[in-house]
């Protein structure tokens, strides 16, 4: 066992038995470095990776290269998912160095922490003009040894173009309908209108784009918008992307098309993922959509939900062959008509096959397919084929199951607390919001550190109900707070507005810039080579918007100028960036269309057991206004003072009976007590 046997982290136990000297992230390494006289290798990745798999089984786990990278560089290993602060500022070097990033990122520092040489995957022989690992360890040695000033030279001049590349987001105004407009168009150059989705392979979902589709469309009524969002959302739906059995989506295509996944399943994309279909229904009344939802739903409760009440971060791609008994990617998830035919017999057999878009030549690698719904599938009785679909989902359960990440990734549960409080709202399972309120209560008392003596913070990790030791980003707070956010607004339940406070002020007071802009780590985190600081979304939102949209919410629900302005001055880099590179800045698009908007503020009265409150409070979650938010609680005549929701202060019912009131831009609609009229109050706005 090497020095990472005592941490908690899946990823670094992975490598716990490795030859390899592993040291985590710490000081303590880097003063190795320094008294040895030799150079850092940083190694970073994630526990579901495939090629993270492919690289540690080819080189760490092989004695010869083990022994070569323990006598000549100090080996530090990093799991991306606890330290996305480490991993943005390397992968901002790899990438402004050689023009693409991924992982797993391998990286040689000085004992300084600055980089002077990088890639991603080294195989262990040269191949597809790569050098091999062992190519590239030996030319950093010879230039270390040979070349010192050289190299000093080389990372101190990438540390000083690193720095040179700091953006004044600061001096743009906040986005307007003209931007929104700008980012529109440019979605629609490069809409894949025949496969849906945006660019060419590797094609991944477009969760935060796809919102603004739909919220764009709320508040302009713009067809084209609607289309592009619904037929991405059926082609992903339809492909092999999307698991067919089982629900939830794997974390990107390998074509065009989406048939053949890279297959890990992450939190954060079926978390968005829901979301985005259930708002398309909410929109369209889609029933694919609808189905879509709550099978992403049903899956994250059903292999992510950990026993302490939060979802787990992945499942992994590879998993054992029961035919061969290799470790491979997609093992556990593709199918031959052969196989199909022992688990459902000659008849229904060849119906799955077509059904699914079985061949015998195979979609995926040797001749196996992934399962797809092919737009010219055969018209099939859906009752059985329900039942193929579970017979075969009971046979793929008897096969060796994916490794799951057991960790807690705090932004990722935000994500995936406001998901599950929503789809059980709006689809009237109850059970989902209970799920959804566990998870919310494991990050309150397990991540939320308000100790007397420090200042409070939120931890980014937790693993079986010990929190790790790594301090939240800023995605964290903006994630968290947003579902505490929906959570508060399904359940009438006024304390997760107030958890909501305390993480935003906290945003407002040690990750906020003089100029309005946010930093990805508080002012008092660990010092790195550069404070990150990006506004762009990866797989899930960035932090920056995020914390934008949570800081909005917050305003409306409780007429704080501080996190209004906090929010405007922070979405100035969305009227910057969004008609630039609005693929990259899908959040910040949706935030902005919010702002636009008002948001409205919804505020429903009326005692909990009248049904006509229930019908209120229901059109109101319904409504499509972007980023409209909602409080329902008793009614509070002027006397009463102020209750848990602000919103809800001096509403009291109509003519006895339940009411809801609309309010936008500082005027009030008449109130209502006909959940019709209140969906027309909360429905698009037309010019």
């Not at 040291?23 to 190795?32: G, K, L, S, Y």
């Not at 790569?130 to 990438?158: H, N, Y």
């Not at 629900?247 to 295509?253: E, I």
């Amino acid at each position: 066992m090497n020095r990472l046997a005592g941490v908690t982290s899946p990823y670094l136990l992975q490598h716990a038995d490795n030859p390899v000297d592993w040291w985590p992230w710490e000081p303590e390494a880097f003063e190795e470095a320094r008294r040895r006289n030799v150079p850092v290798l940083l190694s970073v990745g994630y526990s579901a990776c495939h090629w993270c798999h492919v690289m540690a089984h080819e080189s760490f786990e092989d004695e010869p290269t083990a022994a070569y990278m323990n006598e000549h560089f100090v080996n530090i290993k990093v799991d991306r998912e606890e330290r996305p602060d480490v991993d943005a500022v390397y992968m901002e070097a790899v990438q402004a160095a050689t023009g693409q990033g991924g992982w797993p990122m391998t990286v040689f520092l000085t004992a300084d922490a600055e980089p002077f040489y990088f890639g991603t995957y080294f195989p262990p022989e040269p191949r597809h003009g790569m050098p091999s690992f062992t190519q590239v360890l030996e030319g950093v040695r010879a230039a270390w040894v040979g070349r010192p000033d050289e190299v000093a030279e080389v990372a101190q001049k990438i540390v000083r173009d690193l720095a040179g590349r700091q953006l004044d987001y600061g001096k743009a105004g906040t986005p307007g309908a003209e931007e929104l407009a700008q980012a529109l168009l440019g979605l629609t150059r490069e809409y894949d209108a025949v496969r849906g989705g945006f660019g060419g392979a590797p094609k991944f979902p477009p969760s935060m784009v796809l919102e603004f589709l739909l919220r764009h469309h709320a508040r302009t009524g713009s067809e084209g918008a609607l289309q592009m969002a619904a037929d991405t959302c059926e082609a992903m739906a339809r492909g092999g992307i999307y698991d067919q059995l089982g629900g939830g989506f794997a974390r990107y295509s390998v074509d065009r098309e989406w048939v053949v996944p890279h297959f890990e399943k992450m939190l954060y994309d079926n978390a968005l993922l829901c979301r985005v279909y259930a708002h398309l229904w909410r929109a369209t009344g889609s029933e694919l959509a609808r189905r879509v939802a709550l099978e992403t739903a049903d899956f994250m409760v059903r292999e992510l939900r950990t026993a302490q009440g939060g979802f787990a971060s992945a499942l992994d791609a590879d998993s054992e062959d029961p035919l061969t008994g290799e470790h491979v990617e997609g093992a556990y998830y593709a199918w031959t008509p052969a196989r199909l035919r022992e688990v459902l017999g000659e008849e229904d057999g060849a119906l799955a096959a077509g059904y699914f878009g079985v061949t015998e030549e195979g979609t995926f690698e040797h001749g196996t397919s992934v399962l797809q719904l092919p737009q010219d599938g055969p018209a099939v009785d859906a009752e059985r084929i329900a039942g193929i679909r579970a017979r075969l989902l009971a046979a793929r359960g008897e096969r060796p199951a994916p490794g799951r990440d057991d960790k807690i990734v705090a932004a990722w549960n935000g994500l995936a607390i406001a998901a599950l409080a929503e789809c059980g709202a709006y689809f009237e399972r109850p059970d989902l919001v209970e799920r959804a309120t566990e998870a919310a209560d494991l990050l309150v008392r397990v991540h939320f550190d308000a100790a007397a003596g420090r200042a409070p913070r939120l931890s980014r990790t937790s693993k079986d109900g010990h929190v790790g030791a790594n301090a939240g980003v800023l995605e964290d707070y903006g994630d968290v707070a947003e579902g505490f956010l929906a959570l508060a607004a399904v359940t009438g339940e006024g304390v997760w507005l107030e958890f909501a406070g305390f993480l935003l002020d906290l945003v407002l007071d040690r990750f906020t810039a003089e100029d309005g802009s946010l930093y990805d780590t508080a002012h008092d985190a660990e010092k790195l080579i550069r404070r990150p600081q990006d506004p762009t979304d990866t797989a899930a939102p960035s932090g920056w918007t995020a914390a934008a949209g949570a800081l909005l919410s917050y305003a409306a629900h409780t007429g704080s100028e501080a996190h209004r302005t906090a929010a405007e001055r922070a979405l100035a880099v969305v009227q910057a960036l969004g008609p630039r590179v609005p693929r990259f800045i899908g959040h910040g698009l949706s935030v902005a269309e919010a702002l636009l908007d008002g948001p409205r503020e919804v505020a429903v009265v009326g005692h909990p057991e009248d049904p006509a409150r229930a019908a209120l409070h229901r059109a109101a979650l319904l409504g499509t206004a972007p980023g409209a938010v909602v409080a329902v609680g008793l009614p509070q005549p002027a006397e009463g003072g102020e209750g848990e929701f602000p919103l809800l202060a001096e509403r009291t019912l109509v003519r006895d009976l339940p009411a809801a009131y609309v309010c936008r831009h500082f005027v009030c609609a008449r109130p209502t007590t006909d959940p019709v009229e209140l969906a027309e109050q909360l429905g698009a706005v037309r010019p």
